[in-house]
């Protein structure tokens, strides 16, 4: 079959990857791609919310499956607008998506069918959402009621820092109209993890778990962002709380979305913290996790392609993975997730070991070397025996390629870490 992955991140070149491998894939595109993806799969420069294009290129190219990375295609109706032109999507239609482009409609959903996640309330008024605040104290955290890339999250320790992201919120419309109505929900404590599931209809497949590393900076200090590295497995989770999140969270969405008409179809992904009274639900996403996806499929060894049509199929087929230990670290600009500088030189990529797994994200090409050309520049994933081996030779192979123009956190994977050290 011919398969169209649509988006050009970190995400989709792991996705992108993973699918080159299937012998089920005769051709793979990625539109727009990136000049890192087109080391695997034909890139055409059609921007992943231009509908009438993508559908146009994968009706002219024979796509038998479309796959979409990014949410804001989802949320906007990507699959709606496939399905009506006869093209057939892995991804959730406009309505399932809402379960991430609102997190109004999330947390009702949850409310309705008992899927455990943190109190919440929704305000468009800023004196009734400050009044709350003052009522409720700190820990407390406001999160912008659509899509803000992950960073219409504030988490606030203090009163202050509270009534200070209201404000960055609601008053400097920093995010527009995803700013309109704000949640403001209880802090919750505990370990967090992202759990991916393959999802058709009542049909779940769960992926294996990562960790995600979203602050910015070493011992998780600093701004948050869309993710500096992450890790799989996450030994610190046991497998009964993956078990009891797929039972109690992932399987009663999934059906409550059926319930209500819109089922879904796709990756939904599942960001958690293990509480002290069990998993409890931090937020959906209607896609693969960025950048989970880079530490979860390089485990997989089961064939992704098949395993998707099989599941759209209407089977629900099971999935092998290797017991090695996934640690990806990300390259990012300086200066991200604030303002950073682009067409920076990066060190020699091709000089890296075959057993480095580069997923590129914001990197360009430039005659035989590659320059920056966004804020997250690019991953690099190990596969090794345990955990601290394989963050010691990524740690290398970072260090190889970086330069003064980007960073990257040289301790991920550290909460397992040290939660392995007490056990010892
Ligand atoms: P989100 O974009 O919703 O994933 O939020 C970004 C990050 O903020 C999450 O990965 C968590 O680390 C943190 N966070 C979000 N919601 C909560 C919550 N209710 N309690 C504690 N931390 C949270
Ligand atoms: N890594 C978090 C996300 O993909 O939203």
Sequence with gaps: MNVLIVGGGGREHAIAWKLAQSPEVDRLYAAPGSDGIAAVAECTPIDAMDFEGLAALAKARDIDLTIVGPEQPLVGGIADYFEREGLKVFGPKKAAARIEGSKSFAKALMKKYRIPTSHYETFTDYREA???????GAPIVLKADGLAAGKGVIVALTIEEAEQGLKTLMKDKKFSDAGSRVVIEEYLEGEEFSLMALVHGENVVPL??????KRAYEEDKG????GMGAYSPVPQIPPSVVEKAVRTIVKPAVSGLAQEGSPFTGILYAGLMLTKSGPKVIEFNCRFGDPETQVVLPRLKSDLAQTIVRLMRGEVPS???????AVGVVLASAGYPGDYKKGEPLGDLDALPKDALLFHAGTKKSGSGWLTNGGRVLLVARLGKNLQDARDVVNRDMESIATDAVFFRKDIGHRALKAEAQKK
Excluded: V
Excluded at 130 to 136: A, G, N, V
Excluded at 319 to 325: A, F, K, Q
């Design 130 to 136: 400050s009044d709350y605040l003052h009522r409720t």
């Design 223 to 226: 701004p948050n962002t869309g």
């Design 208 to 213: 294996a778990i990562a960790q995600d590393h």
């Design 319 to 325: 999935l092998s993975w290797t017991d090695e230990n």
